[in-house]
């Protein structure tokens, strides 16, 4: 070890020095991965003593075939929902005998890539993915044939998959959560009713826009596009845009609805920055709780998804995907349903 590093740990590297031996020479005695002769594992085991070397672990793990290291990648940390299913991942996991090796790509497909192949370098034994990438382009992102198998074989996609793939999903019943969220709307006499949304090429997305369009036709009510925002994402940022956009209409909409509650965040915002109130000037109904929706006005009605259920059963199909360890196993897509809660107007209405 270095001098002034005396509160560093030793190394694999600083074992073998003592020894007089290789890293690998180490290695090989350590995790009795080949035979060395009587005098060399007394050297190497005199020295792991004096340095108090201490093995990782969890790279020891990494390296095995057999992993029990399951990786997880979402697109975002900051998020309450998520932060809920990377919990119940991991507690689901620890209950079966694996750890978590979490990796964030920050909306970056690029960089979602780069994690899954990482953890496939690093032999975990499967991945569940939370992913940013909407589509396979090869012109645009192009995937490695191996990286299509691992993400076919090994891996459990929640909340939305890049289209076109055959892959295991967890998801929840978007489509049919938007109809009823945009249904109680039209119940209460509500005709111009907007819709704040991300990209529709994101399967979220995609399918909470069909419930909203789904309930419209239902009641015979036509097609605004003007009340129809979608931005890039369904981050605060495009809920913000969106309030801009919509409440600087000659006519604004009487009621929105909008696709996640970081949309919902930022349509507040921009409602406060304009001076409309909800649900006063404006009604408003969003999909995703907020954390503070019960105790602070206004008291929004919402369909809220099953955070916990959904990163345990994500869990779960992934321990039993890699250990039936099938060939031609089917595909399977496991939808779960969101809990309307009514609050506030709807109440009294």
């Known amino acids: 070890m270095k001098k002034g590093s005396r509160d560093s740990k030793p190394t694999i590297v600083d074992v073998a020095r003592l020894a007089g031996v290789s890293p690998a020479t180490v290695s090989h005695v350590l995790n009795k991965t080949k035979k060395v002769t009587p005098e060399t594992e007394e050297k190497v085991l005199q020295a792991v003593k004096t340095l108090r070397y201490q093995k990782n672990a969890l790279a020891s793990t990494l390296r095995s075939r057999n992993s029990q290291v399951i990786g997880f990648v979402t697109s975002q940390l900051h998020s309450i929902f998520w932060l809920r299913v990377i919990r119940a991942v991991e507690y689901t996991l620890s209950q079966n005998g694996y750890q ?7 909306g970056d497909p690029a960089r979602e890539l780069q994690l899954i192949e990482s953890m496939l370098q690093s032999m975990v034994g499967g991945v569940i993915i939370a992913t940013c990438i909407n589509e396979i382009n090869e012109k645009e992102l192009p995937i ?36 009823q969220l945009v249904e109680l709307l039209l119940k209460k006499g509500y005709r111009r009713i907007a819709m ?4 529709h090429r994101i399967l979220t997305a995609r399918e909470r826009r069909n419930g909203f369009f789904k309930a419209l036709e239902e009641y015979a009510v036509s097609v605004d596009e003007r009340y129809v925002f ?25 009621a929105v609805f909008s696709a996640s509650g970081n949309l919902t965040v930022g349509f507040l915002e921009g409602c406060r920055e304009k001076g409309v109130r909800v649900p006063e ?25 099953p ?22 196993r089917a595909k399977r897509e496991i939808r779960l349903k969101c809990e309307m809660v009514i609050r506030d107007t709807f109440q009294q209405g």
């Open 100 to 106: 978590m090796f979490l990796g964030c790509s920050y």
């Open 144 to 179: 490695s044939s191996q990286i299509m198998n691992f993400l076919e074989e090994r891996c459990v996609f929640v909340d939305t998959y890049p289209s076109g793939m055959n892959v295991d999903f967890v998801g929840v019943n978007n489509e049919e959560a938007s109809f």
């Open 196 to 199: 704040v949304n991300g990209d």
């Open 230 to 254: 979608e931005g890039k994402n369904l981050g605060k940022r495009t809920g913000l845009e969106g309030a801009n956009y919509l409440l600087s209409l000659d006519s604004p909409p009487e």
């Open 281 to 305: 000037d404006i009604e408003l109904v969003g999909f995703d709780d907020i954390e503070w929706t019960p105790v602070i006005e206004p008291f929004l009605t919402c369909c809220v998804q």
């Open 307 to 328: 955070s916990w259920d959904i990163g345990e059963t994500a869990a779960s199909l992934l321990l039993e995907k890699i250990q039936e360890k099938k060939e031609g």
